[in-house]
């Protein structure tokens, strides 16, 4: 009989495999079908162990793998590259992170680049300044005592990632919940905690080291014309609302003086004729000042 998983349950094998294809570099599309085959490997599946898909001819194992990775890629974990290969997204490899533990892999950084000297290319090099001490910045998450010598679930690593699927509070390890200290996940749990606690701590960092930008908006300057001029057109206008009749506004209209918008349900004034203009609508405040001072 075959045992009936889900693409589901392939996804974090595929993830981790992935990561791992990739050298943990975010944005490094591999081949994909060696990331099936490392899939499988860490579940501890053969490729025919759950049969022929029907629709495709390809075994369902390959077939849960790259439906895992569809998945992920279509939440914004995977970076789809040319035909053939995968890849993952910060945030793909963020959650293979959290799923390493599981397969006994420990996640690491993407390498840097090698360092080219300037020398290679008969270049030559001013001496280097001082380099600015940034101000330190901790970030202090505590999460409890180690849990090294509990939680020894199953060697197999296939067998516990089942038993993480079926549990929903895995990852939210507790020092002083009773449940977590007769988990038998209780190490993998707390290793992902760990995992998950020291991305959170990193993202607070580069938010608390980042620049803040305060937008300035710019300011118009006015000739000494343009405000007189400006002035003399305000003052005629609210000589023309002195008189003005009040109405109740039922509509969006624009207020001949300040130009901003007198919006429905509000009392507002109309006058006839505005210097030489025809009349138009006005704020009370603005036709008005003085009954409002």
């Known amino acids: 009989m075959t045992t009936k998983m889900t693409p589901a349950d392939f996804r974090p094998a595929t993830m981790v495999a992935l990561a791992t294809a990739c050298d943990w570099r975010a944005d490094y599309p591999v081949p994909f079908q ?19 898909n029907k629709a495709t001819g390809q075994p369902q194992t390959s077939r849960n793998c790259q439906m895992a990775y569809k998945y992920a890629a279509d939440n914004g974990q995977g970076k789809r590259g040319k035909r053939g290969k995968w890849g993952l997204t910060q945030e793909g490899l963020n959650e293979a992170s959290m799923h390493a533990a599981t397969f006994g892999i420990t996640p690491r950084t993407a390498p840097k680049a090698p360092k080219v000297l300037a020398s290679t290319f008969g270049v030559t090099v001013a001496p280097t300044m001082a380099p600015t001490i940034a101000p330190t910045v901790g970030v202090s998450i505590a999460l409890g005592r180690s849990t090294a010598s509990i939680g020894d679930y199953h060697p197999d690593p296939y067998i516990r990632s089942l038993a993480i699927a079926q549990t929903p509070c895995f990852g939210s390890w507790s020092a002083s919940a009773p449940t977590c200290g007769g988990c038998p996940l209780g190490n993998p749990c707390h290793n ?17 080291l980042a620049p803040k930008v305060t937008k300035v ?8 014309a343009e405000q007189t001029s400006t002035a003399g057109v305000a003052s005629t206008m609210i000589a023309a609302f002195k008189d003005a009749d009040e109405f109740f506004n039922r509509t969006d209209v624009t207020c001949v003086i300040c130009g901003n918008d007198i919006v429905p349900g509000v009392r507002a004034l109309w006058a006839e004729k505005v210097g030489q203009d025809p009349g138009g609508m006005a704020h009370k405040e603005c036709g008005q000042p003085h009954n409002h001072n």
């Open 34 to 52: 060696p990331v099936v085959n490392k899939a499988l490997a860490l579940m501890g599946l053969t490729e025919d162990a759950l049969g022929i």
């Open 192 to 208: 992902t905690l760990t995992t998950r606690a020291s991305a959170i701590a990193a993202r607070l960092i580069q938010e608390a």
């Open 217 to 224: 908006p710019p300011t118009v300057l006015q000739s000494k």
